[in-house]
């Protein structure tokens, strides 16, 4: 067992990274249980592999539990289905003292961090990620969402779970595309925090069905639980753990979240936030070009023609284009990143030209 | 001028109190013009009677403002109109760094608030209550919220205000049954945490037309903000402050909001909570006389004959109804409440049937 913590005074709270470690959930949740609801929310495949199992072990240890699935991909993130999920828990009989345990990968923890922060003002919640992706980085850090018709994320609050359980054998089942979108982020966490993580991952993805999740994940909750620490609200350090996501959030919106997933969306958007860095001579040509290979050694999917403006515009929708500049995660280094404001929209769209 | 603090640490924000303050609005907010978008959430009438005013000021003064109308009543706190605010907002380019200004009663406060919580993980926002009930109580708390179609305020936060501006002089448009409703949250304040002052506004709602509103504004105002600063999240003492609510709240569910208003059913509640004080011996029958007849001064709409069964059906809708058993604020003296659990059906019946 490995435990971090993230700390922010009384709303701290344990990282735990065990393999297997929920089947021990009834035990290690009974602290919290004193007879009111619980409520697992998930997805279809998600239960059938793990869920069941969890619901039930919880109910014969004295939980009162139940379960909300959602639909698969980004369809969960919508206003219509985070309001179905209220008032299921209202006919499940829920209220304030009521707990919420987020099974799944990035989608579910969005969504049932929104319901939690929400539900009667606020319930408390655990996540217990399913995917590389949520392992490494959305399930810590609190950050919660749902989508409108008019972008992605643009309602969420920043609102902490009780606690995260990581069960890295739930990576077994894991689709490759799934895998190769959650060592985007492992990368980054290289490439913006920690020159020597940087290059043990580049060794690692040389030999990937060799490369060792577990040692990986250890690195990536502790650095992301030191910058939660450090800024919660996302004021300022935190910001650059957006590096690739400006340019990665609009490939996302232009191919779709079926035909690019998130980690992979973000390893082109660092070839591009790299590209601009090495531009504006903050980062050598070579250090620009070493990013380049390894994240080009990942299987990406390959991009169809980008049509250049298209995508500026959906970078113009961005949380992070305030008062109409953009603000960008650049280099100083690999493992060193800050913000940049005023880049021109020229640059940016060389940047995607690259991809 | 009058100010009043609600301490809570990086979160503390002041209550001011000025005739006209409205008017002054420009020079106050000016700290936190930084040319970014302002919206102010309001409703029609509202609008018209100080809304373009105070939108028409702010331009003058170099805020890039607009105004989003909520429809009046309960309508304005469905999720439906929720999304189309937020929608309106990325619409008018608003962005992290945008400000909502709420002007108006209760239910504008509630929603704004709740916009204000949710817009791309939590913006500033102000409070400008233009009702008697909202500057006495609403306005000031961070209590935000809106209704599904299970029940009202199921979905919400709690998410403080940057500031509270209270003009007393919004009072002069207000119909009487508004005033009314003001009333009832007032007499609240007497009866649950300050004898003398209940003293007071039982005297002052023997002439309801020379009614001190500025100085009874400005004790509630004081009363409420030293609640908040000890209890933010309601976990303890701020319960008090629901007293007559639990019953107050199933009457406006039996008889709609346009039939009674919030104040008014709590003013009902009241009656009863003060019944169950004491018959369950914990206040005297001459103290529960004294405040029965003391909201009796009140011109209450009358109530039609009571389905006592179908009433408490409503109560177990209630948030404070926590596994299948109800928290009820009771009296321990004229000015002073707590907490009362498993309060029997047969006992709430009987208090119904009073009314």
């Known amino acids: 067992l490995k435990k971090y913590t993230v700390n922010l ?54 939980f009162d539990c139940f379960n909300i699935t959602l639909p698969n991909g980004e369809t969960a993130k919508s206003i219509k289905e985070y309001n179905r999920a209220i008032e299921q828990m209202i006919d499940f009989g829920c209220d304030r ?40 980085d959305s399930s810590i850090g609190g950050k919660t969402g749902i989508n409108t018709s008019k972008g992605k994320n643009l309602i969420g609050t920043i609102y902490q779970p009780k606690a995260v359980f ?30 020597k993580f940087f290059n043990k ?33 996302d004021n300022g350090i935190r910001a650059v753990l957006n590096f690739g996501h400006t340019i990665g959030h609009a490939l996302e919106l232009k191919y779709g979240f079926n035909k690019l997933k998130h980690g992979e969306a973000v390893a082109y958007g660092m070839i591009s936030a790299s590209y601009i860095s090495f531009r504006l001579k903050k980062i050598s040509h070579e250090q620009y070009k070493l990013i380049f290979k390894t994240i080009r050694l990942l299987p990406l999917p390959t991009l169809d023609k980008l049509d250049v403006n298209e995508i500026l515009t959906f970078i113009k929708r961005d949380k992070k284009y ?29 940047s995607i030209k690259i991809l």
């Open 9 to 62: 005074k009384n709303r701290s709270y344990p990282i735990y990274v065990k393999p297997d470690i929920y089947k021990e959930l009834p035990q290690l949740l009974s602290e919290y249980n004193s007879s009111q609801r619980w409520v697992i929310i998930s997805q279809h495949k998600i239960m059938e592999l793990f869920g069941y199992k969890l619901e039930k072990k919880l109910k014969e240890n004295n």
């Open 97 to 136: 003292k009521s707990i919420v345990i987020a099974l799944g990968g990035g989608v579910v923890g969005d969504v049932s961090g929104f319901i939690a922060s929400t539900f009667m003002r606020g319930i408390k919640y655990f996540q217990v990620p399913t995917t590389l992706l949520s392992m490494v």
């Open 166 to 195: 990581i069960d890295q054998n739930f990576l077994k089942t894991l689709p490759k595309d799934e895998v190769v979108s959650g060592l985007g982020e492992i990368i980054k966490y290289g490439i913006v925090l920690d020159f």
């Open 201 to 233: 991952v580049r060794n690692w993805i040389k030999d990937l069905s060799n490369f060792p999740f577990e040692e990986a994940i250890e690195i990536c909750c502790k650095l992301k639980s030191e910058i939660i620490s450090k800024d919660e609200m």
């Open 322 to 350: 305030i008062k109409g500049k953009i603000n960008f995660v650049t280099l100083k280094n690999i493992g060193s990143a800050a913000i940049t404001k005023n880049i021109q929209n020229k640059l940016i769209m060389d």
